[in-house]
């Protein structure tokens, strides 16, 4: 086949590409063209060979990575250490407070949640719809308190907040055990779940 600079291609308004039929490749069909230039004949040439007449290649085909959409940094999701201690709570700290430390037999005033193992809300001294509080206030004595939670707020700094799944064992073995609430319904159901696992979430609010 004769070549043509690409610059007469492109300019000549009648142009043949013309193959003998001894060197026609198999897979060259003829079509011919109608409408505004009746006289083109067009050959279908192979993929290949066209690329390279229009001047692109494999890898200008590729796509460059500078045109890529730029990859954002992958950021760590934040881990919440949980401590386990030998009487079988489990502790999280929330919020690690700045205020002063919490020590055996200090009367604290604390603000808690507490739900069963499966997440199902069992009481609050915060209120679930107007977010108003009534903190309540307890020694950290094991014979006053759940000994659990005496676990959980001993050691711990105003401020701070901690969640932690406290286990039957060292939860309200008896009724008479703080936290509980004063009104009945609130505090039968409370009772009703005394001897499965709690998650209590807690909040340091002072020591007296």
Do not use: W
Not at 75 to 84: A, C, D, H, N
Not at 123 to 151: A, M, W, Y
Request: charged residues 20%.
């Amino acid at each position: 086949m004769q070549a043509f600079p690409f610059q007469t291609l492109a300019q000549s308004p009648r142009v043949f590409f013309h193959l003998s039929a001894s060197k026609q490749p198999k897979d060259v069909t003829t079509k011919h063209l109608h409408g505004r230039h009746p006289l083109i004949t067009v050959k279908s040439l192979p993929r290949r060979v066209l690329l390279q007449l229009m001047g692109l290649g494999p890898i200008s085909l590729c796509i460059s990575p500078v045109f890529a959409a730029p990859m954002q940094e992958m950021q760590e999701p934040e881990v919440i250490r949980t401590l386990k201690l030998s009487s079988g709570v489990r502790i999280q700290e929330i919020i690690e407070g700045e205020g002063p430390e919490a020590h055996d037999g200090d009367y604290v005033l604390v603000n808690y949640v507490c739900r069963r193992s499966n997440g199902y809300f069992v009481h609050s001294t915060v209120d679930q719809f107007s977010g108003e509080s009534s903190p309540v206030t307890f020694p950290l004595d094991e014979n006053q308190i759940i000994k659990g939670l005496k676990d959980v707020l001993t050691g711990m700094k105003v401020g701070g907040k901690r969640r932690a799944l406290i286990p039957p064992s060292v939860g309200y073995i008896n009724e008479n055990l703080q936290p509980i609430p004063d009104e009945f319904g609130p505090r039968r159901s409370l009772l009703s779940h005394a001897k499965e696992p709690l998650i209590f979430e807690v909040q340091l609010l002072k020591i007296l």
